[in-house]
């Protein structure tokens, strides 16, 4: 897994002019049938996919925390969510609540969650790749791919089973 994840950001950045302009035609003549494709590729890929061999997102990047988040993360703690804020997070450019630090403080040593029954929304949905309509977070996926691996793979099979 090691070697995998050192490779990622190279084979990500030497995929990126190519999957720009994959999702650009993506979004200007997107299938009918693009939700369903998505769901097969990334259902696939998690019966393949390990999460807790990799946690690299969890390892360089970190989730935007909801309000519902915030208050359900904070309940979980038995912290009041003012006090969970000033602890674990602060606010990004977009004035979002995030992370104060990277890796995530909420991952163990063996790369599993500690709030993982009641973690964010963000981590809940990551990498994403089964997201209806797609073809509207393009630019997010063009970044995941260079952070998880499934997501990488995930893009690669796309291109192949709906070539553009």
């Known amino acids: 897994m090691n070697t995998i994840l050192n490779n990622l950001p190279k084979e990500a950045k030497d995929k990126h002019i190519e999957n720009k302009k994959y999702f650009d035609k993506l979004k200007k003549k997107t299938p009918k049938n693009l939700d369903y494709v998505m769901q097969d590729l990334h259902d696939a890929e998690f019966k393949r996919t390990d999460c807790l061999k ?13 309000d519902a988040d915030i208050e359900r993360v904070s309940k979980y703690l038995r912290q009041k969510p003012q006090q969970f804020i000033e602890q674990y ?55 995941n791919v260079a952070i998880c691996p499934a997501a990488y793979n995930i893009v690669e099979e796309m291109k192949k089973k709906l070539p553009l």
Do not use: W
């Open 54 to 66: 990799c946690a690299n997102c969890c390892k360089t990047t970190g989730p935007l925390f909801t």
């Open 89 to 143: 997070l602060q606010i990004d450019e977009d004035r979002d609540y995030v992370l104060q630090s990277v890796p995530c403080t909420f991952l163990d040593n063996e790369n599993a969650c500690m709030i993982y029954d009641v973690r964010p929304k963000a981590c809940r949905e990551f990498p994403h790749t089964d997201r209806k309509k797609f073809q509207q977070i393009t630019d997010l996926t063009l970044k």
